[in-house]
């Protein structure tokens, strides 16, 4: 089967080109995951985001994905951004911190973080990796590959550590541009360890046995150094070279620039045939940061009444490869649309009646824009335009509205079916027991009377004594409840605080 190509801007060669597998149709791919010391703020997500979209796209033109995203429990360092990575374990930092109080031991941190950060995952729903594997269960392959690097004299032990030797990998640097001759720039700031031959060399193995996690390797207690875990984990499902690998920006380098000195260097063959790179997300125009109030996490969003969906809408704005502005505005209106189509869904299911021929335009059209919106996928993963298309269909259902009839009704079902897979954005794909603070405040509520109310009203509207149907609605908005009139009857929900 020959199937259509698929664009994607490969961080590498700095070009939009088809992703090549080396299996035909089926895509191995490798895409970071989070350090669980605390929870992913939604630039994280956004970052998870694209790969998700990526699974999704590879998956709507039948493509087997195997798709491996790992968790980091141990060895990410706080000053991540130097070539050879510095001061604390954040593992250890946070448990250190008023939050960790609340843990026995930083094993039991990273659990509570590790399940919170797959809650917010599914919540948005992000597809599920075929694996999620986790540094701490992968130590052996990690030592074994120190080792073998060791052998090979692509490492080197001192007394703190073991370190990669960057100047017996020629080519470090193809990925970011920091090459050799360049480092010197790139690493002025590191601390000098002057254990190391250069600057430049990273750990391999960190030698610390007071360390909170750590492991009995031939160079003593100790645990290991950051980029090698996905390494060897990549390895250990996906092979020796995958086609895809994909992270934030910030993982340029070092990350994953040591990932291919490494991977390189232990297999002799080529790591990685294309990289993807997420741009940072701005909240509200500025960089995310605490102090400025902009800093959010998917549960901060959840806690003001903001449907999950919606934050999955609003991250989908922008394409992955460009900075993207994450505004207040955005999301309400992203809630707005996530309700629309939610009303198209309804409007389908509840569709009956004999066919007046209008099935026909309805299905070539929304088929048509079906198309358009998958070869926006395909073009380096153009959201914009394929929301654009996903919401032309839902306008033309939800024009339709009552009128749709058993098959129009079937052929609707069946666009958002699809719109579903491919983007994700018509209803949750997980079901989720209800753990947030805006379920709380629903059950503060008493659901009960605005049921009533709603009930009046609707007999007050019957009876067309439309100034007692307004004043009720005013009454159960004031309880701070939203009241939507759809084709299939009246909603309620608990306003959002956004
Ligand atoms: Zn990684």
Redesign the pocket.
Known sequence: MNSPEFKLLDTMSGEVKPLETLEPNHLKFYS??PTVYNYAHIGNFRTFLTADLIVRTAEAIGWKVSYVS?I?DVGHLTEDSFVDSQGEDKMARALASKEGEHFHNVWELAEFYERAFIEDWQRLNLREPYVRPKATQHMREQILAANQLVSQKNAYETPSGVYFDVESFESYGKLSGNTQDKLREAVREVVLDENKHKQADFALWKKDDQHLMQWYSPYGWGFPG??L??SVMARAYLGDTIDLHG?GED?IFP??EC?IAQSESLTGKPFCSHWVHTRFLLVNGEKMSKSLGNYYTVRDLLAKGVDPLAIRYALMGGVFNKQYNFTDQGLRDAGRIIERFAEADRAADVASGADDSSSASLKEELEVLYQECLEAMLNNLNTSVALAKALEGQRIILRQGGKLNAKSGAIAKEFLNKINQLLGIVRPEYSLEISTSQSQAETDLDSALIERLIEDRKSAKKNKDFTLADSIRKQIEDMGVEVQDTPTGTIWKVKSGI
């Open positions: 970071c995951g790992n980091t950051w980029h875990e996905c992270g993982l990350h994953h990932e």
